[in-house]
């Protein structure tokens, strides 16, 4: 049975990474809203942590082992700093992490270590589609085997650090396979072209584009995990702990922002944290973000194991973006007219807790 205990490293780890959190995501996070860059030295710092390569084993260039559970605590810290930025610092997660659960060794062996040097690597991964009903066990990009290459076709969005990129994950349905597989791409690649940055409600920080391939060809020794390919299973349950996890982070920043907002601010002679209407209120908040952090940790603790907890991580990442944007809405109604305003960071928090579902939109069917 797990443990609800964290053990002394697990501890350090989240105690390192609150701090940074709140000391340079938190205080970087309106300006790099307005103006929608991520500045540099924040996304370097943040590098410099070395929570991917925490993750990597020895062999590869890393100093640990993979695990979900301590993924999903970190996680959670930095989105309780800001969540766009969050989402610049793991975008090298998204390559990284397919190439150590399906890659061959030859692939791990090469690219692995790229992710274990001083600076970020420029990679990119190209996953979610601009259609409709988004499904990845049905992707309109096409991968067809032509002899010794692959011939990929179609069009990517939401692709982070498109624009910087030496490399591309991209996904597609290999039309050989019947499955989604996923390729190694060189972004000088004839053919590939990064189209137009995307613009959002939240999440203004991210630097996404979307991605174009026109008879793009590949070797077959590009294709994730060779000859073999990839089961997407395993990468997508990844994807849905760190997008459940970033949901109890943007929540608990809400959340703990409202509560003490709420402490605070006096009317008709006493603090309206005193009125059951907002005591209540915070209650709930605090018992969805407690029970929701317990589902990831549940869900990444068994897929840690090595047990089929896909139907766990699927509902908990759906569950977690439903709790964040309600936690979210909430901090903004205990604010009142403060909550509308860009003096206070709450309404931030609501427009990336709405932007959570185009993350499981990406991960979930």
């Known amino acids: 049975?797990?443990?609800?205990?964290?053990?002394?490293?697990?501890?350090?780890?989240v105690e390192t990474v609150h701090r940074y959190a709140t000391r340079s995501l938190r205080q970087a996070a309106r300006q790099a809203e307005e103006s929608s860059q991520a500045p540099a030295?924040?996304?370097?710092?943040?590098?410099?942590l070395g929570l991917l390569p925490a993750t990597l084993p020895e062999e590869y260039g890393g100093f640990g082992e993979h695990s979900l559970l301590n993924g999903a605590l970190y996680v959670e810290e930095l989105a309780y700093g800001?969540?766009?930025?969050?989402?610049e610092i793991l975008a090298p997660n998204l390559v990284a992490i397919p190439l150590l659960l399906a890659g061959?060794?030859?692939q791990k062996q090469h690219y692995l270590p790229l992710f274990a040097g001083e600076e970020m690597p420029k990679?990119?991964?190209?996953?979610?589609?601009?259609?409709?009903?988004?499904?990845?066990?049905?992707?309109h990009t096409t991968a067809r085997r032509q002899g010794d290459h692959y011939v990929l076709n179609g069009s990517k969005a939401?692709?982070?650090?498109?624009?910087?990129?030496?490399?591309?994950?991209?996904?597609?349905?290999?039309?050989?396979?019947g499955s989604t597989q996923a390729f190694l791409v060189p972004a000088d690649s004839a053919g590939l072209q990064v189209g137009d940055r995307n613009l959002w409600m939240g999440f203004n920080a991210l630097q996404n584009h979307t991605l174009h391939l026109h008879d793009v060809q590949v070797g077959v020794a590009q294709r994730l995990g060779g000859e073999a390919g990839m089961d997407v299973t395993n990468v997508l349950n990844s994807s849905r702990i760190a997008v459940a996890a970033m949901g109890v982070g943007i929540a608990r920043?809400?959340?703990?922002?409202?509560?003490?907002?709420?402490k605070e601010r006096v009317a008709f002679g006493e603090p309206i944290a005193s009125r059951q209407s907002i005591a209540f209120m915070l209650a709930e908040m605090a018992i969805e973000?407690?029970?929701?952090?317990?589902?990831?940790?549940e869900a990444a603790w068994k897929l840690d194991q090595g047990r089929d907890a896909t139907h766990e991580a699927y509902l908990v990442a759906r569950y977690a973006a439903d709790m964040a944007l309600k936690v979210a809405d909430g901090a903004v109604q205990v604010l009142g007219g403060h909550g509308y305003i860009r003096e206070h960071p709450v309404e931030l928090w609501l427009r990336n807790a709405r932007g959570l579902f185009t993350l499981v939109g990406a991960v979930m069917v």
């Open 1 to 13: 049975m797990y443990s609800f205990d964290l053990s002394e490293e697990q501890r350090l780890l």
């Open 289 to 297: 973000i407690d029970a929701t952090r317990l589902m990831v940790w």
């Open 82 to 87: 800001d969540a766009g930025l969050t989402l």
């Open 41 to 48: 030295d924040v996304l370097q710092s943040a590098w410099a």
């Open 158 to 177: 939401m692709v982070i650090h498109a624009a910087d990129a030496e490399w591309f994950l991209v996904y597609a349905h290999d039309e050989e396979a």
């Open 253 to 262: 920043a809400a959340y703990e922002y409202a509560r003490d907002y709420a």
């Open 123 to 139: 990679m990119a991964a190209a996953m979610l589609e601009p259609v409709i009903l988004f499904d990845h066990r049905k992707l």
């Open 104 to 106: 061959s060794e030859a």
